[in-house]
């Protein structure tokens, strides 16, 4: 199991937020956050908590539309799964 400090979750929420805006998702989908901590974390929990991997494995979901978005006052918000707390 992977642990963060506060610091780093807002680090990878930064990125997903990002990466979103890069592909101009932001505005036009819904997301479900549960589901992007769950992948984002079951990609990571196998190796050191890292951040050029973690932006990759974002990437490769919204390219696999896997995730969708919903800015909630055009801030992304991800919540982590009570399994994973």
């Not at 990125?15 to 890069?22: C, G, R, T």
């Not at 050191?48 to 918000?77: C, F, M, S, W």
Request: no cysteine; aromatic share 4%; proline share 4%.
């Amino acid at each position: 199991m992977v642990r963060m400090t506060a610091s780093e979750l807002y680090e990878i929420m930064d990125m997903v937020h990002h990466v979103l805006q890069q592909r101009q998702l932001a505005r036009k989908s819904e997301l479900n956050a549960e589901q992007v901590a769950d992948e984002i974390l079951a990609r990571v929990r196998q190796e050191p908590l890292d951040k050029n991997k973690i932006y990759k494995a974002i990437q490769r979901l919204i390219e696999d539309k896997k995730i969708t978005v919903h800015p909630i006052d055009g801030k992304l918000t991800v919540y982590i799964p009570r399994s994973m707390r």
